[in-house]
């Protein structure tokens, strides 16, 4: 199974908002509505900030929201902070085994 | 307060076996719905998932390393225990397990991670 495909680098101005996309395809992302986001700062154990595509656990703040749109997953970051400043993964179950993204690194200018 | 630790060597020669230790807190490894995974990550790179036992021990492997990957728990120690036999060194990485939610397998509480080294 390959990984799911995300820009490597993103960046925005503190304030301002951007998007992360996950691409898969039609067996996995496009399939199933179980996609999650993890957000990892240097030499820290990664954080789950969505799950099940738009869900935000308890804790993480509402700037954090997620959408699907076929086989392309996204997490948008809305008021962008400076401890924003991060790596986001993205995963998607696929019955029986996960996949992750390539990792995306978000710099807040 | 659910917390996970991972404990192993930190050094391991090449075609050796690894063994890795994750003792959970929290939760109950017994308990229905209740699953563990475990994620590697190499210096540098993405994350990539390993395998996860649930709730009844059965276990699930990564489709590329399955062959050489074992997983089992012993929930009277609250442990969680990975196997990787014939390590290389391009399976140097920081190790992770996580607690995994059952049905959709997203991973709400992490280790620390454990950096492992193969080298001879």
């Known amino acids: 199974q390959s990984a799911l495909t995300q820009p490597a680098s993103v960046s925005g101005s503190p304030g301002l908002s951007i998007t992360i996309s996950c691409t898969g395809t039609?067996?996995?992302?496009?399939?199933?509505?179980?996609v999650s986001w993890y957000q990892q700062h240097p030499g820290k154990a990664p954080k789950l900030v969505i799950f099940d595509v738009s869900n935000r656990p308890s804790g993480v703040s509402n700037r954090f929201s997620g959408s699907k749109s076929g086989n392309t997953a996204s997490l948008a970051i809305s008021g962008l902070q400076t401890e924003d400043e991060a790596d986001y993964y993205c995963s998607s179950y696929i019955g029986g085994i996960t996949v992750f993204g390539g990792g995306t690194k978000l710099t807040v200018l | 307060q659910v917390t996970l630790r991972e404990s192993g060597p930190a050094l391991v020669k090449p075609t050796q076996t690894l063994t890795l230790t994750c003792t959970v807190s929290g939760f109950s490894l017994s308990t229905r719905g209740m699953c563990v995974s475990w994620i590697r990550q190499p210096p540098g790179k993405a994350l990539e998932w390993l395998a996860l036992?649930?709730?009844?021990?059965?276990?699930y492997y990564s489709t590329s390393l399955k062959t050489r990957l074992t997983i089992s728990k012993d929930p009277s120690k609250n442990r969680v225990v990975l196997t990787m036999a014939n390590m290389d060194p391009v399976d140097t990485a920081t190790y992770y397990c996580?607690?995994?939610?059952?049905?959709?397998?997203?991973?709400?509480?992490w280790g620390q991670g454990t950096l492992v080294t193969v080298s001879s």
């Open positions: 039609s067996s996995d992302v496009g399939t199933y509505n179980y």
């Open positions: 036992i649930d709730w009844d021990g059965d276990g």
């Open positions: 996580a607690r995994t939610d059952s049905s959709t397998w997203y991973f709400d509480y």
